[in-house]
């Protein structure tokens, strides 16, 4: 047990540099960042009820120190479904790019919503744009490093 938590605390923590260092700031829209890769590629290993917390509580700390603070708890729900999902299907043992791609869809289309209920639908086309854009990074990012995090595990 001790060791699991351990290693959810190593993960968040990773998740959590990413975040708060590899970011575009998009002003009141937030940032861009490709915190969700790492969730996607740390949520497999665990149950959904870590999961959660390891892909929620790093990006909300985020939200806080890079002034996004509107979006800390429509973040710590959405992160927290995304880990939640992720590691339901993951586990599962579902495609992974198939997985990634339709929750990162869904979280997209949610993080447009939100952006719509904050900002009104005067920033539809400007949200669309930022939220795409993050989906396409973060997809290529966690699949691409999944299909090397493969053949490593395969070698070994």
């Known amino acids: 047990m001790l060791k699991k938590v351990f290693y959810a605390l190593i993960l968040m923590l990773a998740i959590f540099i990413v975040g708060y260092s590899v970011n ?7 940032y861009i960042s490709l915190a969700g890769a790492f969730i996607m590629l740390f949520s497999r290993y665990f149950a959904p009820s870590y999961a959660m ?3 929620a509580i790093p990006c909300v700390i985020c939200d806080f120190l890079l002034g996004a603070k509107q979006y800390v708890l429509y973040t710590f729900i959405l992160r927290a479904a995304e880990g939640y999902f992720l590691s339901h299907f993951l586990s599962k043992k579902k495609n992974f790019a198939a997985t990634t791609f339709l929750v990162s869809l869904i979280m997209t289309l949610l993080a447009v919503c939100v952006d719509i209920y904050l900002y009104g639908i005067t920033v539809l086309s400007v949200s669309l744009i930022k939220n795409i854009v ?13 299909y090397f995090l493969d053949k490593i595990r395969k070698k070994v």
């Not at 575009?24 to 829209?29: A, D, F, K, R």
């Not at 993050?134 to 999944?146: E, G, I, R």
């Open 24 to 30: 575009y700031n998009m002003g009141n829209l937030g």
């Open 134 to 146: 993050q989906m396409l990074l973060v997809f290529v990012f966690a699949n691409v490093s999944n």
């Open 53 to 55: 917390l390891i892909a």
